[in-house]
């Protein structure tokens, strides 16, 4: 008997109507989509060490200042290439940003953009936790 091949893939559905700009290439992001998406977004995230290492920001993002808050919002933008984020909602120190909560947060940026900094913001505590 053949074996099935069960990995999830990442399938990218562009929407139909190509003449409308707001809907050129969004992901249609399914259960099986969302962890390879997660899988991606950890691997590109652990560039940020060199850079946290580089700067001198504190590996636990509660105890980061507010001019840390803005070199991880800039090197995250630059990283995935996202638009419309306003750093004026962003001005805080770590641990207000860490302690607002995900739907808080998303409010502070555009949809899926959100989800990416949250997702990084998660996996930088928990990264942290495991090492205390």
């Known amino acids: 008997t053949a074996a099935v091949d069960m990995k999830p ?13 707001e809907c050129g290439d ?45 070199e991880w919002l800039a090197w995250t933008i630059n990283e995935f290439s996202l638009k419309n984020v306003d750093f004026e909602k962003f001005s805080m120190n770590g641990a207000n940003l860490c302690a607002m909560g995900k739907e808080r947060f998303l409010d502070l940026a555009p949809d899926f953009v959100g989800d990416i900094l949250w997702e990084h913001l998660e996996m930088l505590q928990k990264g942290n936790a495991t090492v205390i």
């Open 26 to 70: 969004v992901p249609l992001l399914t259960p099986g989509s969302k962890e390879m998406m997660s899988q991606a977004l950890k691997a590109t995230f652990s560039g940020f060490t060199k850079e946290q290492q580089r700067l001198g920001i504190p590996k636990d993002p509660r105890q980061w200042t507010e001019n840390h808050v803005a």
């Open 9 to 21: 893939t990442l399938t990218i559905i562009k929407a139909e109507k190509m003449d409308d700009p």
